[in-house]
């Protein structure tokens, strides 16, 4: 058990000026545990907002529509996102907008950001890790579609299942393992970079518009005939292989995934389906 200790009304500190340590922390678990509550929670977590009704109702609404996004994402590459990146810069953004327009009376804070997008998060593992993988193979082995109240129930309890268990995981995952997850890293170090300030933060801000700006007209570039044209390109290139379904495809959706897990993960995928799809199984 972990000690408590009263609120004071010094100025609030910010998460951003204190750091995990880059070696993590050391010794039983409750010693981790005891460490990361003296040198992370104090002072800031106890201090300032988190888990408000606000935060919640924004993660939940914006998880219910970004939990789409999953069902491509995954069906394209079978890989499911938790959506919390996109989740995070929405809000971010949204929340701003409504303090200028006078509809909110402050902005969210840095940890009622990140509590949203746990809760956008929870909805968009949802559709990922269950409608895109069990369900579409259990429609590729009957060729029936299961019924949607059926589909219904194994979501929820699905959900009911992974919320009883998120405590001892993240516990045991995050606390004393201290495993680095790509996707959480890459929405802190966004919403760092969002709640920072100076002319560093803009900058980063500005790239993240314009990388937001520049994958939308390459959507619009493919769909608009691109793709169609790299095919009929690698047609001639590759020949028997692209009978077989190997082809190069340029989605910036793989870039992205692929600057989340990393260049080692990136090359041992790539070499593994290549040696396997287009020399091993022809």
């Not at 994402?73 to 890989?79: H, T």
């Not at 803009?202 to 044209?229: D, H, P, T, V």
């Not at 910036?252 to 080692?264: E, H, S, W, Y």
Request: glycine content about 10%.
């Amino acid at each position: 058990m972990v000690s408590t200790s009263p609120q004071s009304s010094s100025p609030l500190p910010s998460c951003l000026e204190k750091p995990l340590p880059l070696d993590g922390f050391q010794g039983t678990p409750d010693e981790v545990e005891q460490q990361w509550y003296d040198q992370v929670y104090l002072g800031s977590g106890d201090r300032m907002k988190q888990l408000t009704w606000r935060a919640v109702i924004v993660g939940m609404l914006l998880g219910s529509i970004l939990s789409l996004t999953n069902l491509y994402a995954n069906l394209k590459m079978g890989w499911s996102f938790g959506v919390a990146l996109t989740a995070g810069i929405i809000s971010f953004a949204l929340w701003n907008a409504f303090v200028r327009l006078g509809i909110s009376k402050s902005p969210m804070t840095i940890l009622e950001n990140t509590c949203m997008q746990s809760a956008a998060s929870s909805a968009g593992y949802s559709t990922g890790g269950t409608l895109t993988s069990a369900v579409a193979a259990l429609l590729l082995l009957t060729g029936q579609h299961m019924p949607l109240g059926t589909t219904f129930a194994w979501i929820f309890f699905i959900a009911v299942l992974g919320v009883t268990m998120a405590i001892p995981m993240k516990r045991q995952m995050i606390n004393i393992e201290q495993i680095r997850f790509p996707d959480s890293i890459a929405t802190a170090e966004t919403l760092k970079v969002l709640y920072s300030e100076g002319k560093k933060a803009a900058g980063q801000a500005k790239a993240l518009l314009y990388s937001a700006l520049f994958a939308a007209a390459n959507a619009i570039a493919m769909a608009a005939g691109g793709e169609r044209w790299l095919g009929t390109v690698q047609q001639h290139i590759l020949g028997n292989w692209y009978q077989r379904t190997i082809f190069f495809k340029w989605d910036l959706m793989f870039v992205g995934a692929g600057a989340l897990v990393g260049m080692k993960t990136s090359l041992s995928l790539f070499i593994g389906g290549t040696v396997c799809w287009a020399l091993y199984v022809p």
